[in-house]
C-alpha cells in the first residue's frame, strides 16, 4: 500500500532543518533524553483484536490529538493495513494531515464538529464532519443545497454526558420537521459513553436507554456508540459502527478487568548523573525528599516538559531490570531523581537507560502513579524523544 510507503520517513533526519551526516545522527541519538518505542505490529494486533471483539459491528480507529501522540502518519496506516475504512479525528485540520496516508477508500469524521465558514473546505476534502447542534444541521444543510448534492454527515446526539451533540430540546425542533436530514448523506447517528471505563456504571444503561429511545424516532439511520470500553460491554452496545481509540494504542478499555490488548509503547530514559548522598540530604527543588540513610541516587534525562507529570514528585519508580527505582524529590522540567540504592554500586552509570513503561511498569501503573490516565499520558509524550518504530508494515 503506498499511503504507508510514502508515510515512512527517518526520523529525526534533520536538526534546526540542517541535514547531518549518519555518524552525528547516531550521537544526537544517544544524546536524547529517552527512548520512544512504538510497536507498529502491536497496533496491527490491537485493531485485529477489536475488530474480532465487535464484528459483524465494524470497528473505527479514533486518531485524534496525533494518534493519542504517537504520530498519526506512522500510525493510521497501520489501521488501514489492518483493515480499518473509517477514521475518526477531532479536528478538520488533523483530517486533512490524515488523508494523504491512508487509502483513498477510508472515510475521515471530524469528532469536534463543524466551525462555521469551514464547511466548504471540508466538503471539498470528501471529510465527513459529525453535526454536533441544530445550526451545524443547518449550516451543512445549505451547503448541500448550494451544491445540489446530499453530502455525507454524523449526526450527534447527547445521550447524557452534556459535552457534544444535540439536546432534547433540539432533537424535538429536529424530529418537528426532518426535511434537513433529506437534504444530506447522514452515515450514522452517534453518540458517546461517558462511563465506558467502568461497566457497572449505571449510566452506560441509561444512555443506551436513551439511544434506544432516539432510535425509535429515527429507525432508518445506521448507529455508532460505543469507544474502547463500550467494545467489551455486551453486544447491545456495539450497533453498526464501534470507535475505540485508547485500546487501538494499548490502553486498558476497562478499569478493574484485565487488559487484553498489546502494549504498544515503551519508553527508556537515560542516566546523566549519579551520586551517593549521606542520610539527611535534601533531594531536588524545595528539599521535599529527605534521605533516611545513606542514598545513591541517578538522575535521569526526562523531565514534566518530556510528559511526565509533577504528581509523580516522590511517587512512582522506573525500573532496572526487576529493580524497582522509586523516584525521590519533585519532577524537574528535564530529569527526574531515582533511588538506585537497591542495585549493586556501579550498575547504572553515565548513559544507562532504565525504564518508564515497558516489561516491569504498565502505561496504566506510570498513569495511576502520576494520578492520571493513560490517555493524559501518551498524548503528553512530546517531541524530545528519540522515537524509534519498529515492525512496520513489510515493503
Ligand atoms: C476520543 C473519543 C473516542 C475514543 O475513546 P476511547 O476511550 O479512547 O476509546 C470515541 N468517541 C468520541 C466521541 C471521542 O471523543
Given amino acids: 500500500m503506498s499511503a504507508s510507503l510514502s508515510s515512512r520517513k527517518t526520523d529525526c533526519e534533520t536538526v534546526s532543518g540542517k541535514t547531518l551526516a549518519n555518524g552525528a545522527q547516531t550521537a544526537i541519538n544517544l544524546a536524547a533524553g529517552g527512548i520512544l518505542t512504538i510497536d507498529l505490529a502491536a497496533l496491527r494486533t490491537n485493531y ?3 475488530a474480532e471483539q465487535l464484528r459483524p459491528t465494524r470497528a473505527a480507529a479514533v486518531v485524534k ?3 493519542y501522540g504517537l504520530g498519526i502518519e506512522r500510525v493510521a496506516p497501520q489501521f488501514y493495513a489492518a483493515g480499518c475504512r473509517d477514521f475518526f479525528v477531532a479536528h478538520l485540520g488533523e483530517a486533512l494531515d490524515l488523508q494523504p496516508h491512508i487509502g483513498k477508500d477510508a472515510a475521515i469524521y471530524v469528532l469536534n464538529g463543524l466551525q462555521p465558514q469551514t464547511e466548504s473546505l471540508c466538503a471539498d476534502h470528501h471529510i465527513v464532519p459529525v453535526l454536533n447542534s441544530f445550526e451545524q444541521l443547518q449550516n451543512w444543510a445549505n451547503l448541500c443545497k448550494m451544491r445540489k ?9 447527547d445521550t447524557g454526558m452534556s459535552r457534544l451533540g444535540l439536546s432534547e430540546a433540539e432533537l424535538n425542533t429536529l424530529l418537528a420537521d426532518i426535511s434537513v436530514l433529506n437534504m444530506m448523506d447522514i452515515k450514522f447517528i452517534i453518540s458517546h459513553l461517558a462511563c465506558a471505563d467502568n461497566e457497572q456504571n449505571p449510566q452506560n444503561r441509561a444512555q443506551l436507554q436513551h439511544m434506544q429511545n432516539v432510535l425509535q424516532l429515527l429507525p432508518d439511520y445506521p448507529v455508532a456508540f460505543s469507544n474502547s470500553g463500550g467494545s467489551f460491554m455486551e453486544n447491545a452496545y456495539h450497533f453498526d459502527l464501534a470507535r475505540p481509540g485508547i485500546a487501538l494504542y494499548g490502553g486498558a478499555p476497562q478499569e478493574n478487568k484485565p487488559n487484553p490488548m498489546q502494549p504498544v509503547v515503551s519508553l527508556q530514559a537515560r542516566v546523566i548523573q549519579c551520586r551517593s548522598v549521606a542520610a539527611g540530604t535534601a533531594v531536588g527543588y524545595g528539599g521535599s525528599y529527605m534521605t533516611q540513610t545513606e542514598t545513591r541516587i541517578a538522575t535521569i534525562a ?13 511517587q512512582g519508580a522506573a525500573f532496572y531490570k ?3 527505582l522509586p523516584i525521590i524529590g519533585r519532577v524537574s522540567m528535564d530529569s527526574i531523581t531515582l533511588d538506585i540504592s537497591a542495585l549493586p554500586d556501579g ?3 553515565l548513559g544507562s537507560l532504565v ?3 515497558g516489561k516491569h511498569q504498565s502505561l496504566e ?3 495511576s502513579d502520576a494520578g492520571t490516565i493513560s490517555y493524559e499520558i501518551l498524548t503528553g509524550l512530546g517531541q524530545r524523544y528519540q522515537r524509534n518504530y519498529i515492525n512496520d508494515i513489510p515493503a
Fill in 48 to 50: 485485529k483484536i477489536l
Fill in 65 to 67: 490529538a496525533n494518534a
Fill in 149 to 157: 448534492r446530499k453530502l455525507p454527515a454524523l449526526l450527534q446526539i
Fill in 302 to 314: 526526562v523531565g514534566y516538559a518530556d510528559g511526565l507529570p509533577r504528581h509523580l514528585s516522590n
Fill in 322 to 324: 526487576n529493580t524497582r
Fill in 347 to 349: 550498575t547504572l552509570k
Fill in 355 to 357: 525504564e518508564l513503561i
Fill in 365 to 367: 501503573q506510570l498513569a
